[in-house]
């Protein structure tokens, strides 16, 4: 099966309903994008899923029993100089890598943001992450110059 056929079957979908399904997905997921910080709890996940401002969007894989396989949170907000669209915590289960999971993620979030009035989309990616760079400079990201600060609390 190619690339292009198993980029059509992932479904995206905007996780409305917190369950016992995406605790555990995210239970799964989290550990694959950051050690540093734990999976969030139901509670958590009902925080985010209720937020105006930022749309949960999952990735079902009908080849693997239809369960979650990746997930990403577009996160938008006004500003003075318009709406903003960021692009957080993208992530895609070790089992379904290589297959357009993240590629469909980040076109269907591209695609919410456009409709709601954002004229630009903004990540970060770490550099290590070699294969997200590659995708996000092949979906049309432009690398920006610019300094990225963090204040930690």
């Given at each position: 099966m190619s690339n292009d056929s198993a980029h059509d079957e992932v479904q995206i979908e905007e996780a409305r309903v917190v369950d016992e399904e995406l605790v555990a997905a995210f239970a799964l997921l989290i550990p694959q994008l950051s050690r540093s910080n734990p999976p969030p709890d139901a509670e958590m996940l009902q925080k985010i899923v209720d937020a105006p401002d930022s749309v949960l969007l999952i990735a079902r894989d009908p080849q693997l029993e239809n369960r979650i396989v990746g997930s990403m949170c577009l996160a938008m907000f006004r500003i003075p100089t318009g709406l903003r669209a960021w692009i957080e915590d993208v992530v895609v289960d070790e089992a379904a890598r290589g297959r357009g999971v993240g590629a469909k993620l980040n076109t269907v979030a591209m695609q919410r943001a456009e409709?709601?009035?954002a004229t630009t989309?903004?990540?970060?990616?770490?550099?290590?992450?070699?294969?997200?760079?590659?995708?996000?400079?092949?979906?049309?990201?432009?690398?920006?110059?610019?300094?990225?600060y963090r204040y930690q609390i």
């Open positions: 409709q709601a009035g989309v903004d990540l970060t990616s770490r550099p290590s992450r070699e294969a997200a760079n590659r995708l996000y400079q092949r979906l049309g990201f432009a690398k920006r110059e610019t300094n990225v």
